[in-house]
């Protein structure tokens, strides 16, 4: 596992230990080789990387690094087969946005997207009770 995210520190230009977002845990990159958790890269099935900016406007200081997002495959068959009941509020570069408006944000101008669970982080958006966030970062046009 350490390999493959010096891999992503690699390919990203990252000469710090980013933050790692585990099917939305949160996991210091420091205690990856303690041996407390097995994960190995077949079981990863998504890999997303949040640049310091936009880590930062999500998870604050612990972001100030980056932030690697990580999906494993349990974790999408998990969510494959439950029914959500999950009340989760939509953000796009920081503006609380609707589900309809989630919908149609243009793909080809997303540079991140992060889950987070943590109620504490949510609440920096809202005190309504919501179980999940989805944070969406755009690409800033040139002028």
């Given amino acids: 596992m350490a390999n493959y995210i010096n891999s992503v520190k690699v390919d990203n230009s990252l000469t710090q230990n ?25 079981d990863i099935s998504k890999v997303k990387y949040l640049k310091k900016e936009n880590a930062e406007k999500i998870y604050g200081g612990k972001g100030k690094n980056g932030v690697v997002l990580l999906t494993t495959k349990l974790q999408e068959r998990e969510i494959a087969n439950t029914k959500s009941d999950k009340k989760t509020l939509y953000v796009l570069d920081g503006e609380i946005i609707s589900v309809d408006e989630y919908k149609k944000i243009d ?14 982080a949510i609440k ?18 040139t002028e």
């Avoid at 080809?108 to 669970?117: A, L, M, P, R």
């Fill in 107 to 120: 793909q080809s101008k997303i540079i991140g997207v992060g889950t987070i669970t943590e109620q504490s």
């Fill in 18 to 42: 980013p933050l790692l977002i585990i099917d939305g845990y949160a996991v210091e990159y420091e205690t990856m080789n303690d041996g407390w958790f097995l994960l190995l890269e077949e």
């Fill in 124 to 141: 920096e958006f809202t005190s309504d009770n919501y179980d999940e966030l989805i944070y969406v970062s755009t690409k800033m046009p």
